[in-house]
Nanobody
Framework: QVQLVESGGGLVQAGGSLRLSCAASGRTLSRYNMGWFRQAPGKEREFVAVISRSGGTTYHADSVKGRFTVSRDNAKNTVYLQMNSLKPEDTAVYSC??????????????????????WGQGTQVTVSS
């Protein structure tokens, strides 16, 4: 098993930036494709980004493309989500998740929260207008 802990959330003004971290323990993070999801009050969980086990492939949701960037440092067992040009509609609890599949899958697989076996507890991001 792998345990995931997010950090870096907080309150920021619109147009500002935050960098979220997802630290893993229990197993080496390089075994997993890592996704970021978010959930705002009263809304369904939404896919944000995914990064492959090596870090060589990334995919971002259209709603964050060009503003958010997912990256990873396997030596530090940590995945990051750099969030720039934040908007009030980005306000949500952000969670990282781990998927152990080793074969290439379509993006529809990685954008579904059901594909991930392990989840962190989430970190709150609030963007004020």
């Amino acid at each position: 098993q792998v345990q995931l802990v997010e950090s870096g959330g907080g309150l920021v003004q619109a147009g500002g930036s935050l960098r979220l971290s997802c630290a893993a323990s229990g197993r080496t993070l390089s075994r997993y494709n890592m996704g970021w999801f978010r959930q705002a009050p009263g809304k369904e969980r939404e896919f944000v980004a995914v990064i492959s086990r090596s870090g060589g492939t990334t995919y971002h949701a259209d709603s964050v493309k060009g503003r958010f960037t997912v990256s990873r440092d396997n030596a530090k067992n940590t995945v990051y989500l750099q969030m720039n040009s934040l908007k009030p509609e980005d306000t949500a609890v952000y969670s990282c998740a781990a998927d152990s599949s080793s074969q290439p899958r379509p993006i529809s697989y990685y954008s579904s929260h059901r594909s991930y076996e392990y989840w962190g507890q989430g970190t709150q991001v609030t963007v004020s207008s």
